[in-house]
């Protein structure tokens, strides 16, 4: 596509619910990057892949987060048993080679009630 | 530990200054990216450096490889240059791959007419 799709824009869930997080890169971008926002704060890396392989998910905040680009395109991000403090700016970007220019997504803005 | 401190952390300019904002980071990069977020929350890319000096309109980035340091300037400042501008570094791992992208919490820059 003509840019880094993020869906949904908005999810408002309940405590203990899964949620999956969708990023569809710029068409050919090989590297695929998680990230999160707090309000007023500055991004969290999470994970990112280039191709298909997640090459880094130190970011990851516990095992109820896992991310997976299966046919190194198209990326989810799942948070299983959301609590609140999972709440934030769920953001993606995207580059055409693993060190090249970032492009973002416009993000996900995930609330757990 | 790698880290990425920016300064300063807030910024109040009148219309016409000369800004800078600094990043220093505490290992060897692949590539450092300059970003600007508007108060909408989007994200867009201003520069991505790996080393010199790169300049696009009223925007100069420099980064001194050896001092592990980069600045943004804005020259002729003006008040749609308010913003968070936000650093982010790819740090370099051996064997060629690239490491994951660590974000600096930002510089909030407000411009008065």
């Known amino acids: 596509g003509a840019g880094v799709s993020q869906s949904p824009r908005y999810k408002v869930t309940k405590r203990g619910q899964d949620v999956a997080l969708r990023c569809d890169p710029i068409?050919?971008?090989?590297?695929l990057y998680w990230y999160r926002q707090a309000l007023g704060q500055g991004p969290e890396f999470l994970t990112y892949?280039?191709?298909?392989?997640?090459?880094?998910k130190s970011g990851l905040p516990n095992d109820r987060f896992s991310a997976e680009r299966p046919e190194g395109s198209i990326s989810t991000l799942t948070i299983q048993r959301t609590e609140q403090r999972d709440s934030a700016m769920y953001r993606c970007?995207?580059?055409?080679?693993?060190?090249?220019?970032?492009?973002f997504g416009e993000g996900s803005r995930l609330t757990v009630l | 530990k790698n880290e990425v401190e920016q300064s300063p952390q807030n910024l109040t300019a009148q219309e016409g200054e000369f800004i800078t904002i600094n990043c220093s980071y505490s290992?060897?990069?692949?590539?450092l990216h300059w970003l600007q977020q508007h108060p909408g929350g989007g994200i867009v890319s201003l520069f991505m450096?790996?080393?010199g000096k790169k300049k696009h309109g009223r925007l100069i980035a420099t980064i001194n490889i050896q001092e592990k340091h980069s600045s943004l300037h804005i020259t002729a400042s003006h008040p749609r240059d308010s913003a968070v501008y936000i650093c982010?570094?790819?740090?370099?791992?051996?064997?060629?791959?690239?490491?994951?992208?660590?974000f600096g919490k930002g510089t909030k820059l407000s411009v008065k007419p």
């Open positions: 970007a995207s580059s055409l080679w693993s060190a090249g220019e970032l492009f």
């Open positions: 068409s050919g971008h090989v590297s």
């Open positions: 892949f280039n191709y298909e392989a997640q090459q880094d």
């Open positions: 290992v060897g990069i692949s590539a």
């Open positions: 450096l790996s080393s």
């Open positions: 982010a570094v790819r740090f370099g791992y051996d064997g060629g791959s690239q490491g994951n992208l660590i």
